[in-house]
């Protein structure tokens, strides 16, 4: 899958992935009235509400862009109705040709990891056949389990062909409360990224291994160390645009063939008709906006990345 | 809410929880028969027979321990049907009175953490109703990301009197990995123990803090040092039984007080039927099996902690 990836950002010239974060606030309200006056105050409401607001965007990005990468939070807040709506987007996604990654952050014990595995990127035995449940290319993972949490992942990306983004640093502010914490003179994220390059000779792709790591746009010169010590995984690159993160932040995150780096983009996408720069397309034109948003964001990361 | 545990576990004079982590392996047979000739061979039906199971176990054991800890894992693997499922196994618990801990080990950046903090423990705003959907009494989540990735959840902790248990030490091989790596001469898991205890001060129940901490059984040397550096916290305690814990080393995980601490046991429950020393009452009688393992354990301890 992660071939397919590459592929995918060669051909649209574009590492970006769009975050399909729907946040409540954000859906316009048009669908939120649409969809109380079917389902009333509940949570098929919230539940259908997103989707329709998901497949607006989706329409309208899934010619320009790579990848998206819907965030599992945004839709188990609202219960199993909202996990209905993350695993119709997800479907809905693929059947466009959108790679998947699902931003699920799981991990585990040993036989609980396989078992997110199996759910989400691997399959299920039941009674004679094998099913799949939600189904992305890619889920992220949090390492403080240690290797017996995330060899489960990785055997099911061997045997299924998907991928991993393991989380080295993260964006948020905090984050470098444990993440940057000297271990024998070293970050406690450079030694994850030290275990990631090491997991990641495990399952290579052609170019790239299928076993990538998070690293937030925050922090660009803990990047540019990253980036070094994991030559052959792909860089998920969250913190672009609403948390702080600039084009020219990006630049390390890559490697000299241009490639190595995804750089996700959530609400500054998705939420961009909020936004005074797209304040003309309205809440009617929400979807509009973010392709106008994708685009623009496609020729700033351009501008500073290169051919 | 840890007023309410503690109150349970001293009725019931029982410091222990049954992990609902419903394997497939572990549903008998003719449960995995009945649902698959009802539901074929679909998601449905594992998540029907994985019901019937946990509903046996429930109103087998409920007016014997005081809690479960279903692990999201084992129902996530089966998509949606298999949400739905926990969902009913959570509603179910908590109408037989059981204090229930989703053992869903989440966190994320800020606003992410927020959305499953209201999902699992919290209510969502749809329209002008606040809606709850999981509704567990405590969760369980990961440290990694720092306080923004936790503020979240003990901010809903404090408005909903729900609790928390922070992965401090997890039960697992591997855990030393990251967890025992040397900060400042200390390890990762004493400075995140540090940090715990500080959380904890912010939302005090009646003797102990809503916040508690995950330490595994199977560490009983780092268990003693933990104990006395979150000396408010509650400790949920994997890895008694199938993980190799013993009641000895249970010991130090606990206060003068005789509280401080409630241990989990999975397999060892609710697969109890599979053991020789459980074997006569077979498949069918997988829930009293469940039963007479539980009044064991209870009794294990007992005679090692003391009254």
Redesign the interface.
């Known amino acids: 899958m992660i071939n397919v990836l590459i592929d995918r950002i060669q051909k649209l010239e574009a590492p970006i992935v769009v975050g399909l ?1 729907p ?2 606030d954000f859906v316009p309200g048009f669908l ?1 009235e649409r969809a ?1 006056k079917e389902y ?4 098929e ?2 539940a259908e509400a997103v989707w329709q607001y998901n497949k607006g965007i989706v329409d309208a990005i899934c010619d320009i862009v790579p990848a998206v990468k819907p ?1 599992i ?2 839709y ?5 109705p ?3 709506t993350f ?1 119709r987007t997800v479907d809905y996604c693929k059947e466009k040709g959108l790679v998947v990654i699902g ?1 699920v ?9 396989a ?2 595995a ?3 990127i691997g399959t ?6 094998k ?1 799949s ?2 189904g992305e290319d890619f889920i992220t993972v ?8 995330i060899q489960p992942f990785i055997d099911v990306c061997k045997e299924e062909k998907k991928g991993l983004f393991i ?1 080295v640093k ?10 940057d ?4 003179g070293k970050p ?1 994220y450079e ?2 990224g030290e ?1 990631v390059a090491e997991w990641a000779k495990q399952c290579m792709g052609d170019s790239y291994s299928y076993v990538g790591a998070v690293v937030g746009a925050t922090y660009p010169e803990m990047g540019e160390v990253l980036r070094k010590i994991m030559p052959k995984s792909y860089i998920l690159v ?1 913190g672009y645009g609403a948390q702080g993160g600039t084009a020219k932040d990006l630049v390390p995150y890559f490697n000299e063939d241009g490639l190595g780096a995804i750089v996700n983009s959530s609400r500054g996408i998705i939420a961009a008709y909020k936004q005074p720069a797209y304040g003309k397309y309205g809440d009617s034109g929400y979807a509009e906006a973010a392709r106008a948003a994708a685009l623009a964001m496609k020729e700033d990361i351009k501008s500073c990345i290169g051919e």
């Open positions: 974060d946040m409540w939120q109380l009333g105050e509940t949570l409401a919230a965030q939070a945004m188990e807040q609202f219960g199993v909202g996990l209905q695993q931003d952050k799981r991990s585990d014990i040993g036989s609980s990891s078992a997110y199996a759910g989400h299920v035995q039941v009674g004679g056949k099913l449940a939600f949090n390492p403080y389990l240690g290797i017996d949490g989380l993260t964006s948020n502010p905090s984050s470098g409360e444990f993440q914490r000297k271990i024998d406690l030694l994850v275990h969250p």
